[in-house]
């Protein structure tokens, strides 16, 4: 008896049967609640993502506007030597233009306490700012320019709401008499608020307002480029051995099981590493972006070794032996036809490998990639910082301002993230191929 003949015998059932009742209402009733965990579980998923970016944002968002003053600097031909701009006194222009901020007082001298308003890196500023645009414009000696300086931390962030005004003296960080001079910055059209270029040009600083992610960022950048140039073509190289020509033993298996390990060890582990191996053995220099590149290499080879491996498995065999059949020899089987095809998935896991360790901070740590520098390094052996360990210690500072910053610092990495894994979605859907 065939199986369509047995189901003919079969009686039909009764859907009025109140024990079939029950149970399809049973059925009914647990697929809502699986669908309903679902949308549990998404909903809260979402939720926390929403309050993770919200409270970041709700922080960082004030780091990239920076409240500024308007300084007119008169460029006195006294102290300018027209034949030298380099030997002439910048120094006393930039503090003849910081003083006419500060109104004279009873007694004839210059009040003060206006540098608590301005930073204090600004003179510093004024005098660089001064010295550029007159060395570019000799035309502009002997008239005034205006040029624009950071405020404090302290009135930076009371002009943006950080700091209350309706606070108690006793804890607020500005006087009142240090707020009535601000306020009269702000009634002759002194005071506004722009974007923050400097986040993004400046090194670090010891002061909130001046400091910049750019040594972070070139930093980071270094070390990812060290680490995509020994990564991807060691991880490549390994993965088409494993898969298309190391025979199948022990060895291999040892070597798999090895690799595999080696993809969950904690982030720290390799920090260790680096710091026994390349630092104390090889003696290579502390905190440069070589040493980090090479750190970050060795955690992101397993991971584009087990995608490489991967995506050699997924092309269909019928390639390889159409290659074969027409007289390929097996190099020229992986090389032309089989490689070709499988970049896609190779790319793509090469792409979240490198966005992984962009975030590492902990190997960094180890290495002392989280030394303080307002120079922005030259070189792969130069010392220099990372974005990880940049928020790391701009976190642990007490100033509102790093606090922010530290925000800002973070939507930048998270960002550079986005964007790599974008990248990664977006040349797989462009080189994959069906069969």
Not at 23 to 49: D, P, Q
Not at 108 to 126: C, P, Q, T
Request: aromatic share 8%; glycine share 8%; charged share 15%.
């Amino acid at each position: 008896m065939t199986s369509r003949q047995s189901l003919a015998g079969m009686a039909a059932p009764d859907w009025n049967d109140p024990a079939l009742q029950d149970r399809l209402k049973r059925r009914h009733r647990g697929a809502t609640r699986l669908k309903m965990s679902g949308i549990i579980a998404i909903s809260i998923a979402v939720g926390l993502l929403a309050l993770l970016l919200g409270s970041i944002g709700s922080i960082g968002l004030k780091a990239f506007t920076q409240t500024v003053v308007q300084i007119d600097v008169p460029v006195s031909i006294e102290l300018i030597d027209a034949e030298s701009l380099v030997e002439s006194n910048w120094n006393r222009l930039a503090q003849n233009g910081v003083a006419t901020l500060y109104p004279d007082d009873a007694t004839g001298r210059r009040d003060r306490r206006y540098r608590n308003i301005l930073s204090r890196g600004g003179l510093h500023a004024v005098r660089q700012s001064i010295q550029e645009l007159v060395t570019a414009d000799p035309t502009l000696i002997g008239q005034t320019v205006s040029v624009t300086v950071q405020l404090s931390d302290p009135f930076d962030q009371f002009a943006k709401g950080v700091v209350r005004r309706d606070t108690s003296a006793s804890t607020r960080r500005v006087s009142d008499d240090e707020i009535a001079m601000y306020d009269e910055l702000v009634a002759e059209g002194r005071v506004a608020r722009v974007f923050n270029t400097w986040l993004f040009t400046n090194g670090d600083s010891r002061f909130p307002e001046m400091a910049g992610l750019a040594g972070g960022l070139m930093g980071s950048a270094m070390a990812l480029m060290v680490c995509l140039l020994i990564s991807f073509p060691v991880g490549i190289a390994t993965a088409i051995y494993l898969e298309e020509f190391a025979p199948k033993n022990w060895l291999t298996d040892i070597i798999e099981v090895n690799i595999n390990n080696l993809a969950a060890v904690p982030s720290i582990v390799f920090g260790l590493l680096g710091l026994a191996v390349f630092l104390s053995f090889f003696g290579l220099p502390r905190s440069a972006p070589f040493v980090g590149g090479m750190v970050l290499a060795l955690m992101t080879l397993p991971t584009i070794i087990i995608a490489t491996r991967a995506a050699l498995k997924a092309v269909p065999p019928s390639i390889r032996e159409g290659a074969l059949g027409v007289g390929a020899s097996p190099v020229q089987v992986v090389f032309h036809h089989v490689l070709p095809l499988a970049m896609p998935g190779i790319l793509t896991g090469t792409i979240i490998g490198l966005a992984g360790a962009l975030g590492e901070t902990a190997p960094l740590l180890l290495i002392g990639m989280n030394m303080f520098s307002t120079d922005l390094p030259g070189g792969v052996f130069d010392q220099a910082t990372a974005l990880p360990t940049q928020i790391y210690m701009w976190f642990d500072s007490p100033e509102l301002g790093f606090i922010s910053r530290t925000g800002a610092a973070i939507i930048v990495l998270l960002g550079f993230l986005l964007a790599m894994n974008a990248t990664a979605i977006f040349l797989r859907s462009k080189l994959e191929r069906k069969w």
